[in-house]
Nanobody
Framework: QVQLVESGGGLVQAGGSLRLSCAAS????????MGWFRQAPGKEREFVAG????????YYADSVKGRFTISRDNAENTVYLQMNSLKPEDTAVYYC????????????????WGQGTQVTISS
């Protein structure tokens, strides 16, 4: 069993930055692929970014590539999402989750979700 707790969301103006954190419980965190997803009102949950167990490899949705950076600190059991050049269309609830394998982009391939953190970007 893994518990995930996201934090760091908030309200920022377009062009600003936020850093999300996801703290995980469990001794095997360092073996997991981790991912970030987001869900805007009335829309399906969509993949944002993923990272392999060591942090050496990452992958992103085209919509955030070049603006967002996923990273992890296995000593702290935490995965991060640095979000720069934020746009109003980035407004959503952001979730972290444990992936079944590196490269997974479908939400059905992720287990153990956090409760989410709200990110709101004003224009």
């Amino acid at each position: 069993q893994v518990q995930l707790v996201e934090s760091g969301g908030g309200l920022v103006q377009a062009g600003g930055s936020l850093r999300l954190s996801c703290a995980a419980s469990g001794r095997t965190f360092s073996t997991y692929t981790m991912g970030w997803f987001r869900q805007a009102p009335g829309k399906e949950r969509e993949f944002v970014a993923g990272i392999n167990w060591s942090g050496a490899n990452t992958y992103y949705a085209d919509s955030v590539k070049g603006r967002f950076t996923i990273s992890r600190d296995n000593a702290e059991n935490t995965v991060y999402l640095q979000m720069n050049s934020l746009k109003p269309e980035d407004t959503a609830v952001y979730y972290c989750a444990v992936g079944n394998y590196y490269g997974a982009r479908k939400s059905t391939l992720y287990d153990y979700w956090g409760q989410g953190t709200q990110v709101t970007i004003s224009s």
